[in-house]
């Protein structure tokens, strides 16, 4: 398994579109690690009475209404932002992986119900439901917040997972597992999981991009990371009476928000690619 996830990986940097989208979230992900030690505090608001002001050598990105550096808070907000992302999306692949392949290798009526609650779960629109949990709190946690978030985006993921165990269970391979032995537990987790890793890694890769955008929307409402927590959405939103006389306010944390989802939608089109034998 970790030789194909390293040649697909390998065949994936080898896409310029793969290439780009690694480095350009590798040097977001850089600069949120060192922010706290290179750049001031986020917090710090060291002339109030001052306000906005636009960039400059002392604060390349300017500073917002507060007075406080917009660069160390946009760093600040990534890492934030991306650690969100990477743990909601790392439960809602457990989640949705778990039920797919229970669903896809178990079939009959376990089946039947576990796709039908899929079915229901995707009628309902995400946001309406997220937005539905998060009015019941006033200050969500943000471990609340990722739990949410991870809790509902595992649907599309079960139903990809299940179209993979139900194409590979029927293999020569995983036949020849089973005839000599092999039960359930290790079928799933040493034939059929390895070989569905592939498309997980594309839908992992959107999913990020999703919930990264889902979580600056969230707190461009009010509904997500609540302040002082810095967040590019609630950047946003802090700049909102500021869009005409300041507009690097909202300029650089969207910059961010654009950036990262491109970067992993780059990323995501050059695993699909490396997947696709026609691309390649």
């Given at each position: 398994?970790i030789?194909?996830?390293?040649e697909?990986?390998r065949?994936a940097?080898?896409?310029?579109s793969?290439?780009?989208?690694?480095?350009i979230?590798a040097?977001?992900?850089?600069?949120?690690?060192?922010a706290?030690a290179?750049?001031?505090?986020?917090?710090?608001?060291?002339?109030?009475v001052a306000?906005?002001?636009?960039?400059?050598?002392?604060?390349?990105?300017?500073?917002?209404h507060?007075?406080?550096?917009?660069?160390a808070?946009?760093?600040n907000?990534g890492?934030?932002?991306?650690?969100?992302?990477?743990l909601a999306?790392?439960?809602?692949?457990?989640?949705?992986?778990?039920?797919?392949?229970?669903?896809?290798?178990?079939g009959?009526?376990a089946?039947?119900?576990?796709?039908?609650?899929?079915?229901?779960?995707?009628?309902v629109?995400?946001?309406?439901?997220i937005?539905?949990?998060?009015v019941?709190?006033?200050?969500i946690?943000?471990a609340?917040l990722?739990?949410?978030?991870?809790?509902?985006?595992?649907?599309?993921?079960?139903?990809l997972?299940r179209?993979?165990?139900?194409?590979l269970r029927?293999?020569?391979?995983?036949?020849?597992a089973?005839?000599?032995g092999s039960?359930?537990?290790r079928t799933?987790?040493r034939?059929?999981?390895?070989n569905?890793?592939g498309?997980?890694?594309?839908a992992?890769?959107?999913?990020v991009?999703e919930?990264?955008?889902?979580e600056?929307?969230?707190?461009f409402?009010?509904?997500?990371i609540q302040?002082p927590?810095?967040?590019?959405?609630?950047?946003?939103?802090?700049s909102?009476?500021?869009?005409?006389?300041a507009?690097?306010?909202a300029?650089?944390?969207?910059?961010?928000?654009?950036?990262?989802v491109l970067?992993v939608?780059?990323?995501?089109?050059?695993?699909?690619?490396a997947l696709?034998?026609r691309?390649?």
């Open positions: 398994m030789g194909s996830l390293v697909l990986f065949s940097w080898g896409h310029p793969g290439r780009a989208g690694a480095l979230l040097g977001l992900a850089l600069a949120s690690l060192l706290p290179v750049l001031p505090d986020p917090a710090a608001m060291p002339d109030v306000g906005a002001t636009p960039p400059s050598t002392a604060h390349p990105f300017g500073t917002d507060l007075n406080r550096d917009i660069l808070r946009v760093a907000g890492r934030i932002s991306l650690a969100v992302a990477t999306v790392t439960l809602s692949l457990t989640m949705g992986s778990l039920v797919g392949l229970v669903a896809g290798y178990a009959g009526w089946d039947a119900i576990l796709m039908r609650i899929v079915d229901a779960a995707l009628a629109p995400r946001l309406f439901v937005l539905l949990l998060l019941v709190w006033e200050r946690p943000l609340a990722v739990l949410v978030l991870g809790t509902t985006g595992w649907f599309a993921t079960s139903r997972v179209g993979e165990v139900l194409r029927h293999e020569e391979f995983v036949l020849a089973r005839a000599l039960g359930p537990v799933i987790t034939h059929l999981l390895p569905a890793a498309p997980l890694l594309v992992a890769t959107l999913g991009g919930v990264i955008l889902l600056a929307g969230l707190s409402l009010g509904l997500g302040p927590t810095p967040s590019w959405g609630g950047m946003v939103l802090d909102r009476p500021l869009m005409v006389t507009p690097w306010t300029i650089f944390p969207g910059a961010a928000i654009v950036a990262t970067a939608n780059l990323i995501g089109d050059a695993l699909q690619a696709d034998p691309q390649r």
